[in-house]
């Protein structure tokens, strides 16, 4: 079975600073996807990025960017010039190749900025 | 597009009585799944479905919980006999799926069940 693991509850960061969120995932599967998923105190989850295990490059989304490391099963989050509005609950997650859509969660951190 | 809604929000029981949580999805999206999430933890896949067909239930969906979608848009998940261990958070998804790459899933507020 796959697993996805957050072993950091809680990290905090100073606005404009950079922060790196770690993740560590087990598959046997040579193809499958990678999220991050931020959910702020009572808000719903959105999708902050995501990585196919096939691409080589990194993801890249404006200030969110990840260092996947498939051989280590690495998948970090590195959120650059953090802002206020950033604080959230981030989830690590995991999805199978073809049919097998559904997502495995890690535990989640809870990211707090500092003004 | 107004996204993915769940009714209630919120939902307060008596151990032993029956609830049942709604999620619209996106208009256009032909999958749909349910997550359940405790304090303090990740999501947990529950089941999932293609249009109307049910394709996957998690060994955590006893026989308390049923969901169905009937005409593969809006879909309905039944708890009978709540028991406190139920307390939680039911999050909705809802995805596109193209049979190209991996959808991306869109996710509900949530309805938080407090079962006393």
């Known amino acids: 079975a796959q697993t996805v693991t957050q072993s950091q509850p809680e990290m905090s960061v100073q606005e404009a600073e950079t922060v790196t969120l770690s993740c560590t995932y087990d598959t046997s599967e040579s193809d499958y996807y990678l999220f991050w998923y931020k959910q702020p105190p009572s808000r719903q989850m959105i999708l902050v990025i995501r990585?196919?295990?096939?691409?080589?490059q990194n993801a890249t989304e404006n200030r969110f960017s990840v260092n996947f490391q498939k051989a280590a099963k690495s998948f970090s989050l590195k959120i650059s010039d953090s802002q206020l509005g950033d604080a959230a609950m981030y989830f690590c997650?995991?999805?199978?190749?073809?049919?097998?859509?559904?997502?495995?969660f890690g535990k989640g951190i809870t990211l707090s900025v500092r003004p | 597009d107004t996204g993915v809604s769940q009714n209630p929000r919120h939902k307060i029981t008596k151990r032993g009585q029956n609830v049942t949580f709604r999620c619209d999805p996106i208009s256009e999206h032909n999958r749909l799944y349910w997550y359940r999430q405790t304090l303090g933890q990740g999501p947990e896949f529950l089941t999932y479905f293609q249009n109307e067909a049910q394709l996957e239930k998690s060994r955590l969906l006893s026989d308390r919980f049923s969901a169905e979608r009937p005409k593969g848009s809006f879909s309905t998940l039944e708890i009978q006999r709540t028991e406190q261990g139920d307390s939680a958070m039911y999050l909705c998804?809802?995805?596109?799926?193209?049979?190209?790459?991996?959808?991306?899933?869109?996710f509900g507020p949530g309805t938080r069940l407090l079962v006393l």
């Open positions: 997650a995991y999805s199978g190749p073809g049919a097998n859509s559904k997502l495995t």
């Open positions: 998804a809802s995805s596109l799926s193209s049979g190209g790459p991996q959808e991306t899933q869109y």
């Open positions: 990585q196919e295990a096939y691409k080589q």
